[in-house]
T-cell receptor, first 118, second 109 residues
Framework: GAVVSQHPSRVICKSGTSVKIECRSL??????MFWYRQFPKQSLMLMAT?????????EQGVEKDKFLINHASLTLSTLTVTSAHPEDSSFYIC??????????????FGPGTRLTVL | GQNIDQPTEMTATEGAIVQINCTYQ??????LFWYQQHAGEAPTFLSY??LDGLEEKGRFSSFLSRSKGYSYLLLKELQMKDSASYLC??????????WGAGTKLIIKP
């Protein structure tokens, strides 16, 4: 159980275009989803926390107008990188939190999306 | 500030045992996680500790001492597929996950 899918797994786009990444919890309902970015050989960096039906909470330094997050249902959150530039090239990973009484409140990760902006 | 420290890189031999340490200083504590991340892939959940002591799960065990702000991940009977980065993460008083930079574990035959 607790499977999270992410699509696409890889995307290459031209500078100035927008890219949408989908994150789905396949076998559980996720009221909260998280979006991370990871540059090569660096740790995960939390970008934003997404709660179903409400606006995302962005971490300091993350531009909310550039990284649009929508969490319209309990199983789907999307991240749209608008007007992408080469410095946005990174590994984007989503995670979903399954909240069960007495559980560790574990985050389960999607497989990640590698974005390359030319 | 909040801080998670773990070694940058460790090397061990196939079949041996290795212990990866993690020390933390966070505003509050609501649990500690260990994740495994292979190169180019997303992290996968390994273990969770919220009370002091040892949690054993097959070849992997995780230990926590809250008074010392210390945890370790113990890997036994190492296999080549265990070569990966191991991430320590602490949930703080706001239930935010604070991530360590990860320990790259290299397994040699």
């Amino acid at each position: 159980g607790a499977v999270v899918s992410q699509h696409p797994s890889r995307v290459i786009c031209k500078s100035g275009t927008s890219v949408k990444i989908e994150c789905r919890s396949l076998d559980f309902q996720a009221t909260t989803m998280f979006w991370y970015r990871q540059f090569p050989k660096q740790s995960l960096m939390l970008m934003a926390t997404s709660n179903e039906g409400s606006k995302a909470t962005y971490e300091q330094g993350v531009e909310k107008d550039k990284f649009l997050i929508n969490h319209a249902s309990l199983t789907l959150s999307t991240l749209t990188v608008t007007s992408a530039h080469p410095e946005d090239s990174s590994f984007y990973i989503c995670s979903a939190r399954e909240v069960v009484a007495g559980d560790s409140d574990t985050q389960y990760f999607g497989p990640g999306t590698r974005l390359t902006v030319l | 500030g909040q801080n998670i420290d773990q070694p940058t890189e460790m090397t061990a031999t196939e079949g041996a045992i290795v212990q990866i340490n993690c020390t933390y200083q966070t505003s509050g504590f609501n649990g500690l996680f260990w994740y495994q991340q292979h190169a180019g892939e997303a992290p996968t959940f390994l273990s969770y500790n919220v009370l002091d002591g040892l949690e054993e799960k097959g070849r992997f065990s995780s230990f926590l001492s809250r008074s010392k702000g210390y945890s370790y991940l113990l890997l036994k009977e190492l296999q080549m597929k265990d070569s990966a980065s191991y991430l320590c993460a602490v949930k703080d008083s706001n239930y935010q996950l604070i991530w360590g930079a990860g320990t790259k574990l290299i397994i040699k035959p």
